[in-house]
């Protein structure tokens, strides 16, 4: 097997901490959340650190963990949505794992998560009950600003709503076979 770790990376929504367990279960490995483990580092939700600390703040304590994650062997990552918005968390992914971007239409990320509240970028500052129109809106910029990093993967897996457990197949055959090309998967 060439590939010690993978790391799944993707919008809000798009499944990478549900996939990401059942593909490490798969592959008998470790599963981490970067968001999860930041979480029990700071004793504080990823959405109370953010309004509390500041989004910045939040980004140290993400590029930190992922350094920290980064050389655990046998380990199936999943990053922040944000995560990748920093070049040097994309080389770090690329020079030490397989890099899955989980890519999802945006009606449907916006269906799976306009009634989470743990989502501290998802919130109007006016209005926590956001109309579709301007969540839809605010989806589409905050996907713009991080699809440049999402596309770097060497792996891009597309969700389909009821499709998860062939994403998972792919992602684990992938992984079996040390099949190292780019390619996606519709």
Known sequence: MQHKRIY????????????????????????????????????????????????EAFRKLEDAKLLELSVVEGAVISLGGGTLMNPKNIEICKSSGLLVYLKSNLSVIYNRVKKRTTRPLFKSEADPEMSREEAMKKLKLLFEQRREGYETADLTVEIETDNFGMSIDK????????????????
């Open 171 to 186: 992602i684990v055959n992938v992984i079996r076979s040390g099949r190292p090309e780019k390619k996606t998967w519709s």
């Open 8 to 55: 799944l990376t993707g919008f809000m929504g798009t499944g990478k901490t549900t996939l990401g367990r059942v593909v490490a279960n798969c592959l008998g490995w470790e599963f981490y959340d970067t968001d999860k483990e930041i979480e029990k580092d700071t004793q504080a939700p990823v959405a109370t650190f953010v309004l509390k600390n500041g989004e």
